[in-house]
């Protein structure tokens, strides 16, 4: 049994249990089985919908110390193997205690501190960085890096479904967008004449506030729809020529998808990497709309334009969208797992 640790409510993104999904369910393809822990009972349909098993612990989602009993409870209820960890919020109490009894693979977007765990997991590492490696430095934590292990679902492995792109802009920022980013460029998307020929497609989280207004808009706009709870995002993002993204999961989608994107952060761990990405020349990064939503919503209008308007910088990015995902991350983190699972075993 693969236990996984994480939440997902409005302050966490989306893509972290989606990514957890993604390598579960290639985990199982192993024959092994798969649990998730949750804090509370928040949006447990997501795990539903996917057939995955779980149990609400009713702890503080934000106070991973108070809630190591129970899960130390679970660990030995399951039989846990193996603890996948994936979340912003956890302490080294609760690493310690929890190893003390299980092995546990962490997933760390940030790397700002080493912790007491068997593998740590950090995707957005580029082939020329060794961050991962410097923090762990004398440990004897397993370690794996590189974009290769990004774990994305089944619909954006190769070959899964052929662009069919038309004059499409969509636009999504994962379960919230707590800054309205959605709502405002559309608007501007709509309000733009040099992209007058574009449709746009919004695709708002279950969280999205704005869903209404949006709805509303739609009603007497024809070249704007709006989707929300979709299962077809793969499709969606190959359809489109052109896309608007906060950072996270859905930019490796729209890169496995290779849609020239623009890249928006609202959270720390976005900016560095979409500034690292844009020097890559892989999308526009559009800046931190914690810092100035309005000018960061014009920036975006301007890089759509120059996108609509240059055919080979939109291919520069298709291009090198294609070097750094392919969509079989999942599969190597599930692989990696059942080989130490196994490797215990002997």
């Not at 020529?241 to 998808?257: D, F, K, N, Q, R």
């Not at 979409?274 to 709309?289: F, P, R, S, T, W």
Request: overall charge neutral.
């Amino acid at each position: 049994m693969i236990g996984f640790r994480l939440d997902v409510n409005e302050n966490v993104a989306t893509g972290h249990i989606m990514r957890c999904i993604a390598i579960a369910k290639k985990i199982q393809e192993f024959g092994e089985k798969c649990v998730f822990l949750l804090a509370d009972g928040r949006n447990i349909d997501i795990l539903e919908k996917n057939k995955m098993k779980y149990q609400v612990l009713n702890i503080p989602w934000q106070d991973w110390d108070a809630g190591v009993d129970a899960v130390k409870q679970s660990v030995q209820d399951y039989q846990i193997e193996l603890l996948i960890v994936d979340s912003y919020v956890v302490t080294s109490t609760f690493f310690e205690k929890v190893k003390a009894m299980v092995p546990i693979f962490y997933i760390d977007d940030m790397c700002n501190c080493a912790f007491d765990v068997s593998i740590v997991l950090h995707y957005s590492q580029w082939k020329e960085e060794t961050t991962l490696q410097e923090l762990y430095k004398g440990r004897k934590a397993k370690l794996l890096s590189g974009m290769e292990y990004m774990p994305l679902r089944d619909e954006f492995e190769p070959g899964k479904l052929e662009p069919k792109r038309s004059k499409k802009i969509m636009i999504t920022t994962g379960g919230t967008d707590p800054f309205h980013i959605t709502l405002d460029v559309v608007k501007y998307i709509l309000q733009e004449i040099k992209l007058r020929d574009y449709e746009c497609v919004a695709i708002l989280g279950k969280m999205n506030e704005d869903k209404q207004k949006l709805d509303v808009l739609a009603e007497t706009t024809p070249r704007l729809t709006v989707l929300q709870n979709i299962s077809n995002m793969g499709e969606i993002m190959k359809g489109s020529c052109m896309a608007v993204s906060a950072g996270g999961t859905s930019i490796y989608e729209l890169c496995a998808c290779q849609t020239p994107t623009v890249c928006v952060a609202f959270a720390e761990d976005h900016v560095a990497f979409a500034e690292k990405m844009q020097q890559h020349e892989i999308l526009y990064y559009a800046g931190d709309v914690r810092e100035n939503k309005n000018n960061v919503e014009k920036r975006i209008i301007k890089c759509l334009v120059k996108l609509a308007n240059d055919e080979e910088k939109r291919r520069l990015f298709q291009r090198n969208m294609e070097t750094i995902v392919d969509g079989k991350g999942a599969q190597r983190i599930a692989e990696y797992v059942y080989n130490y699972i196994k490797s215990k075993k002997c």
